[in-house]
């Protein structure tokens, strides 16, 4: 029977401590498997590794992901991350093939703490990842090379141009398109969804707007936060009562 873990990378940036530790008590308590943490500083969340005072950045999330990579025993890996909230039957889900990268597309953007929420089409992002770790070791040492080839290790000032180019989620940018990898990707999705908390601190901008997308995404829903099905957030964070 196939093995899955997950790894944890956490820049600890976040100043909200109710987002922090309401998340890593949601993982804690919906996934019970191997659970492989890196993080600036030290969090009581499986097997916990710290990085240090490094620059927060692309470069330095590649490098912690890549870490938990190499010190995971599991076949296949989930990525998750400090500001996303994932229920159980999240962790349900066992990759068919070990060459494609797979995304839970079920998944809500809160933009906290407003009792609102959006979605769309085929909303996929990096904390949505699960996948063979065979696979992501090679893809995310083939990203390493090409940042330390670059020396793209610190100007943060000029990192939207060539991750955009390169791509956050592997798979999805393809060579034609200006990418690196002519990786594949596709799509799942989890009975309850799991929830992207978009707050000030965000590593990527928020995009709970129409407005911030300058193309605009397909069946665009938005509803109020507390009625995100399967959820009460409201209860959960102490907020709308």
């Given at each position: 029977m196939a093995t899955v873990g997950c790894i944890y990378y956490s820049d600890n940036s976040i100043d909200n401590t109710d987002i922090v530790n309401i998340c890593?008590?949601?993982?804690?308590?919906?996934?019970?498997?191997?659970?492989?943490?890196v993080t600036f500083k030290p969090v009581d969340l499986?097997?916990?590794m710290v990085v240090g005072n490094l620059a927060r950045g692309y470069p330095t999330m590649v490098h912690q992901i890549?870490?938990?990579?190499?010190?995971?025993?599991a076949e296949y890996v989930y990525f998750t991350e400090h500001d996303v909230l994932y229920?159980?039957?999240?962790?349900?889900?066992i990759p068919p093939a070990d060459n494609i990268f797979y995304y839970n597309s079920n998944c809500w953007r809160w933009d906290y703490p407003n009792d609102r929420a959006i979605t769309y089409d085929r909303l996929i992002s990096l904390s949505g990842l699960c996948a063979n770790r065979n696979c992501l070791l090679n893809h995310y040492r083939a990203r390493m090379q090409i940042i330390?080839?670059?020396?793209?290790?610190?100007?943060?000032?000029?990192?939207?141009?060539?991750?955009?180019?390169?791509g956050y989620e592997p798979g999805t940018k393809k060579k034609k398109r200006g990418g690196y990898f002519d990786d594949d990707y596709d799509v799942w999705q989890s009975e309850c969804p799991i929830i992207d908390?978009?707050?000030?601190?965000?590593?990527?901008?928020?995009?709970?707007?129409?407005?911030?997308f300058k193309?605009?995404?397909?069946?665009?829903?938005?509803i109020k936060a507390s009625e995100i099905p399967g959820w009460n957030l409201g209860n959960l964070f102490g907020l709308w009562n």
């Open positions: 890593r008590k949601q993982l804690a308590d919906s996934f019970s498997g191997e659970i492989i943490s499986g097997k916990n890549l870490l938990a990579l190499e010190n995971s025993t229920n159980p039957s999240h962790f349900k889900f330390a080839k670059n020396n793209w290790g610190g100007d943060n000032g000029h990192e939207a141009g060539w991750i955009r180019r390169m908390i978009r707050h000030k601190k965000t590593f990527s901008p928020s995009k709970v707007t129409l407005e911030s193309h605009l995404p397909n069946n665009w829903k938005e």
